[in-house]
């Protein structure tokens, strides 16, 4: 396999939620200022790109580079990942798994690096697959052994529906590490296509299953989780005419949004506990 030389490690853009009273942002190209409530200090923070809170998701392909940097890594056999963080609330599952969003939008950026954006098929000498991996975070628990609360991280198949109780899910899948390949998840679906259309449609059931996973958040339903991260994959694999094999992966990861932990309430007299 052929490793290609990387020119650009990592790329932060912002995508700017509307203004909230508490805050003020202050837009100025790839720079935006914070203004901390009920004060006068401000903060400048300067990034690769900035979405403008009036910008749609179709705006952020093209102004932060997801679209080109996609094609791009593809067509190079180059790996790349479009990671979304930030807090609760703030538009990244819109962002990432809506429609126009990233993980579709990613589907055809992949066939349009392959050149087949005309016929719409790939070549005899390239394999592309689609995989949907959840990590369902479930509700604290009491351990026997600590007697302290516990989370525990379920993997489960995006491409495989869960049932309205979870029960499908039940044991989760397992990461194990190959001697020569690296860490994989064992048991994972990797779905073939050979058209951007089928690309999409085991994508659009990936997303179906994931959101009906995140519905169940905060039921009470057995196995309901607590909080989702989901990992998007699309895999392309080519052989040159002289044998040469190239690999590459389309990686888009939804993180479950952070709360802020409210303080501890202060003791009588004293510190907060």
């Known amino acids: 396999h052929k490793t290609m030389p990387r020119t650009e ?5 912002i995508r700017c939620c509307p203004n909230r009273p508490q805050a003020i942002v202050k837009l100025q190209g790839n720079q935006f200022e914070l203004q901390r409530p009920k004060t006068t200090l401000t903060k400048k923070f300067k990034f690769a790109s900035v979405v403008a809170p009036d910008e749609d ?4 392909h093209s102004k932060a580079g997801v679209s080109s ?9 180059e790996s790349v990942t479009i990671l979304s963080f930030g807090a609760q609330g703030t538009g990244k599952t819109t962002t990432m798994r809506g429609e126009g969003g ?16 005309s016929s719409g098929h790939a070549s005899s000498a390239t394999l592309i697959t689609v995989s949907c991996l959840m990590s369902a975070v479930t509700p604290p628990a009491q351990s026997h052994l600590t007697g302290r609360q516990v989370t525990h991280e379920v993997l489960l198949d995006g491409l495989l529906p869960g049932g309205e109780t979870g029960e499908d ?7 194990r ?3 020569r390949t690296g860490f994989f998840v064992e048991g994972l679906t990797e779905l073939a296509v050979e058209s951007e259309e089928a690309c999409e449609a085991a994508l659009r059931t990936a997303l179906r ?8 958040i905060g039921s009470g339903a057995p196995g309901a989780p607590l909080r989702l991260h989901t990992l998007c994959t699309i895999r392309v694999k080519r052989r040159s005419a002289e044998g040469d094999e190239t690999s590459a992966q389309v990686q888009v ?3 479950a949004g952070w709360v802020r932990d409210k303080p501890a309430p202060k003791a009588p007299g004293g510190r907060g506990t």
């Open 9 to 13: 490690p990592f790329r932060v853009a």
């Open 57 to 60: 998701t179709r705006t952020l």
């Open 69 to 77: 940097t996609i094609q791009k890594s593809v067509a190079a056999g």
């Open 102 to 117: 990233v993980v579709l939008q990613a589907a055809a950026d992949v066939f349009k690096a392959l050149g087949n954006q």
């Open 169 to 175: 899910y039940k044991g989760g899948l397992v990461v």
């Open 177 to 179: 590490e190959h001697p």
């Open 209 to 216: 299953n994931c959101s009906a996973e995140e519905a169940r």
């Open 253 to 255: 990861v939804d993180l």
